[in-house]
């Protein structure tokens, strides 16, 4: 089955997929978290065929994820290190990987990572920016952004599921 371009849909979960929503990219992205630069140890840790991880990686270079910073001339090779829009990506690795700990993980999280600064796992927790208040889905509503140049944004409440 061939995938779908999300290019012209306008919706930045859909252009935020057309970069990072192919099956291997956010492998690729969480090894690059993990310190993994090399092609060579992306292809041995995730068993990824050479021509795809190449593909993934030009990718990812290509929308500024990632840059390729030369390491030898002769022959050239290069790591793949993460930009700041790599590095934005975090929240959203860290989302993915929490959900798959408590629904994918029956024998516990294969991961922990620990808050450098109290030792302790640690967990994400969603607030707002304005007053610090932890936010969950009963505590949002959608309204039209300055992006909404059509004016397709629907408004209404997010639907409330039964606690």
């Excluded at 590095?87 to 700990?101: F, I, K, Q, S």
Aim: glycine share 10%.
């Amino acid at each position: 089955m061939e995938r779908k371009s999300f290019a012209g849909m306008h919706c930045s979960v859909a252009q935020t997929l057309e970069i990072v929503g192919e099956w291997w990219t956010m492998l690729i992205v969480r090894d690059a978290f993990l310190g993994v630069t090399r092609f060579d140890d992306f292809q041995k840790r995730l068993g990824i065929s050479r021509n795809i991880l190449n593909q993934r990686l030009a990718g990812l270079v290509d929308a500024g994820v990632l840059t390729r910073v030369p390491y030898q001339d002769n022959p050239p090779r290069h790591d793949y290190r993460l930009t700041d829009k790599g590095r934005d990506l975090w929240p959203v690795l860290t989302a993915m990987r929490e959900w798959g700990d408590r629904h994918a993980a029956p024998d516990g999280p294969p991961l922990q990572l620990r808050h450098t600064g109290c030792g302790e796992v640690f967990h994400t927790v969603l607030g707002c920016s304005e007053c610090g208040e932890p936010v969950s889905l009963r505590d949002v509503r959608a309204a039209p952004g300055p992006g909404d140049l059509d004016g397709i944004v629907r408004t209404r409440p997010p639907r409330r599921d039964p606690d």
